[in-house]
């Protein structure tokens, strides 16, 4: 018993630490892709594509990870489409509020670069990064949460139709097999 309430509250607590992480960093993710649908859209417009590309991305996830009977090519494809939105708007909203960023620029070497480059170059590592930590925490707990799938295994029957010891038997194979690979079993 005790063992089965510590399985539950570890359960518990893996499923809440994946779960605020991805809600954290996707708020911040969101605000931050705000400002990138601003340019070209009122705030109130914004802040609905802005939620709505994070959504989107854990859908497409989701759908990815579980779902069987999906196009796999149109779900990878909106996937891979919603990330890259959200990264370039991650980094926009990096790149117009850079401020202070010499310490950085000379711990990596950058210093005979141009400061347009240098800019550049720490505004994707700052954004771009958002939404691929976002949704790799919601993979992580997608892959948690899906249940394994169980092996059936198939228990020897003896002659009269028992679990139990088996007889041996030869077992002559037909050349025709249906499309799964099951063979037909003849002179028993």
Known sequence: MKGTAKNKWVHAFVIGTFVSLYFMVSIISTIHVIDFFEMSNPTWLAVSLAIAFE???????????????TSRFMVWSLFIILTLMQAMGNTYYAFTNLEDYMGWIELFGLVESEPLVQKRILSIVSGAILPIVA???IKSLVDYIRPEEQNKTVQPVDDLGFLGETVEKEVKTSPEEDQ??????NNI
């Open 135 to 137: 949704l790799g925490f």
């Open 55 to 69: 959504i989107g991305a854990a859908a497409s996830l989701a759908a990815i990870v579980i779902l069987e009977k």
């Open 180 to 185: 799964f690979g099951a063979q037909n079993i």
